[in-house]
């Protein structure tokens, strides 16, 4: 059975950083395209960054690009999501998918404030 299952959320002060891991069951990462979405109130899920089956080739929000890495633990079959100076504007619920077979995560809640 596939899951997904997202840690390291909280509330950070702008410029702070966080790292969020999703671990992954059921299924090995390595043979998968990985991704981090999150969703602000009211607006819409927007895809943050995303990773190869082969790990050579990343994507990224142009809001993030330059302050996040997506990574991947082979040996750990986890994903992660290094962020780093923070703001407000990426106060959101993040969530990792598995693209095939379209897996979310239950998200974790990014909060950045003062």
């Known amino acids: 059975q596939v899951q997904l299952v997202e840690s390291g959320g909280g509330l950070v002060q702008p410029g702070g950083s966080l790292r969020l891991s999703c671990a992954a069951f059921g299924f090995t990462v390595s043979n998968y395209r990985m991704s981090w979405y999150r969703q602000a109130p009211g607006k819409e899920r927007e895809l943050v960054a995303r990773i190869s089956a082969t790990g050579g080739s990343t994507t990224y929000a142009n809001s993030v690009k330059g302050r996040f890495t997506i990574s991947r633990d082979n040996a750990q079959n986890t994903v992660s999501l290094q962020m780093n100076s923070l703001n407000p504007e990426d106060t959101a619920v993040y969530y990792c998918?598995?693209?095939?077979?379209?897996?979310w995560g239950q998200g974790t809640q990014v909060t950045v404030s003062s």
């Open positions: 998918k598995r693209d095939t077979g379209n897996y």
